[in-house]
């Protein structure tokens, strides 16, 4: 197999670059994890399906990888910049529960959609409230060149570092959008790395700090949990599209004025060499927004009949950095082509796998297949690539089922191991059981056998009225559906 060298765009430089490791043989990453005051809906994990293949990417191409992805469990505000309240507080007021309980259950709930999609788990978990005592040593390095304290915090000058804004792009002069909400502020874009509580207040998530009792800025964790689990610089630091014009500026600000004492060097400095930003997933009808009652979450997609591998698919079959518009039909598509690929790679399923790769039939798919991967992450392509080696007839069985098991490294089905019976949810609403519908179908193909035609056509009514369709001749076999 020919190795085509990994390039990645790199949002810092809007540039595709040759991957080249800070640490030869490693990779490290980090990805900003969730904010769990509320569950995430299908968008957010598109991030973390992103930044899986990623990682599964560095995995195929023989890096050792370390990924990081953090749980931020306080100090991110309704506002992504510097307004509003803290997310965690406003959800915990809202039920009248502990903070604490709140991040519990949520984290559980993001865990298990990253299980359901087969995201493979990071090297670390890190727990933003763990590391506030960090926090607050990295505040106090930089305070006194890059901060100034105000009644609300401590606040960072974006003017002392050079280039602020670039990887957004954006000028820190005011009128260009951003809401000055603290009074006292230097710079418009200057944002709290420190928020003391009000006095006479008191917050559920608090800790003393040399500027009295407070919680650290939400910029001011990932910065620390980065530099604490993977050392400046590391090789690439990745987040959804929003995140490239305030949290990931302000998280370079923050790196640039710790990591160093001379010049103050964007590129050299901004604490990760590659900035990776996954475009999003949009929904027409606002069902995206988490405010909107009934959410898209991955829970609503298996409710209602989907395997959330089927969003795993449709993820893969849009490149990370277009936007991807969400719709049921599109979903059943990607269910559809998800099935196909399942029947034909059935009769692998019992084969065991060769030890090598190498068979001139399949030397062309490998190849096309690396190609498209290593072309930052062309996902579209290399699924093209694995259908035509699935397809591929008359070679090994052995060596096929180890072709198969290398691409599914890298797209993370687990195609071998599914079978067609976990492809088949049964929606929440439906009436009927599948052993029911099984029992059925037996009697109804009994009275076929026996051309008892008003018996069988009544049986397919009645499953019909229970929202069974029977798929006499579905050419991938599937004999009903439930919709
Ligand atoms: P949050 O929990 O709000 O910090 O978001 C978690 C991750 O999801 C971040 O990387 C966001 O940039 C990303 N994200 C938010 N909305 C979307 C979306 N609609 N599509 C793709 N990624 C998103
Ligand atoms: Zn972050």
């Known amino acids: 197999m020919t190795e085509h060298s990994l390039t990645l765009f790199n949002s810092l430089t809007r540039k595709a670059e040759t991957f080249a490791p800070v640490h030869p043989g490693e990779a490290r990453v980090y990805s900003c994890g969730p904010t769990v005051y509320n ?12 930044a899986d293949v990623l990682g599964r990417t560095l995995s195929w191409k023989g890096y050792a990888l370390t990924h990081v992805i953090n749980i931020t469990d306080v100090g991110h505000l309704t506002d992504d910049g510097d307004a509003g309240e ?20 949520y984290t559980q709930a993001y865990w298990a959609d990253v299980k359901a999609l087969n995201i493979r788990q990071p090297a670390h978990w890190s727990i933003a409230t763990d590391y506030v005592p960090q926090m607050i040593e990295w505040a106090e390095k930089i305070a006194p060149k890059h901060c100034y304290e105000l009644d609300s915090g401590l606040y960072f000058d974006v003017s002392t570092v050079a280039d602020y804004g670039r990887l957004a792009r954006a000028h820190t002069d005011e009128g260009e959008g951003r809401i000055e909400a603290v009074e006292g502020k230097r710079n418009a874009a200057d944002f709290a790395i420190w928020r003391k509580t009000p006095p006479g207040e008191k917050r559920q998530m608090e800790w003393d700090s040399p500027w009295g009792k407070g919680a650290p800025g939400w910029h001011l964790e990932c910065s620390v949990m980065g530099g604490a689990l993977l050392g400046f610089p590391f090789d690439i630091h990745t987040g959804g599209i929003d995140h490239r014009e305030i949290h990931h500026p302000n998280e370079i600000a923050q790196n640039q004025a710790y990591c160093c004492t001379n010049g103050l060097d964007v590129a050299e400095n901004s604490g990760a060499r590659i900035w ?21 979450r991955l829970q609503l997609l298996i409710d209602k009949g989907y395997h959330p591998l089927a969003y795993r698919m449709m993820c893969l079959q849009a490149h990370y950095r277009s936007e991807l518009e969400f719709s049921w039909e599109g979903l059943g598509a990607a ?23 190498d068979h001139p039939k399949l030397a062309g798919v490998l190849d096309a297949f690396d190609a498209a991967i290593s072309d930052d992450l062309n996902t579209p392509v290399a699924l093209t690539a694995f259908e035509e080696a699935l397809a591929v007839k008359k070679v090994d069985a052995a060596i096929k089922r180890a072709v198969i098991e290398r691409m599914d490294q890298v797209l993370g089905f687990g195609l071998l191991d599914l079978s067609r019976s976990d492809l088949r949810i049964r929606p929440k609403a439906a009436q009927i059981t599948e052993a029911e519908i099984d029992q059925a179908l037996a009697r109804r193909k009994a009275a076929r056998a026996e051309k008892d035609f008003a018996t069988s056509d009544a049986i397919r009514d009645e499953l019909a009225a229970m929202g069974v369709e029977v798929m006499d001749g579905d050419p991938l076999g599937w004999d009903w559906k439930l919709g």
Do not use: C
Request: glycine share 4%; hydrophobic share 45%.
């Open 86 to 105: 803290d997310k965690m507080e406003r959800m915990a007021a809202e039920k009248a529960q502990s903070i604490w309980d709140i991040a519990r259950h």
């Open 276 to 296: 990776m930003h996954n475009n999003f997933l949009v929904e027409r009808s606002g069902k995206m927004s988490k405010s909107s009652g009934e959410f898209l």
């Open 335 to 357: 269910l559809t082509r998800l099935k196909r690929m399942l029947m034909a790679a059935a009769p692998l399923r019992d084969v065991e796998a060769a030890s090598q790769v």
């Open 39 to 50: 569950y995430p809906h299908i968008g957010n994990m598109r991030a973390y399906v992103f």
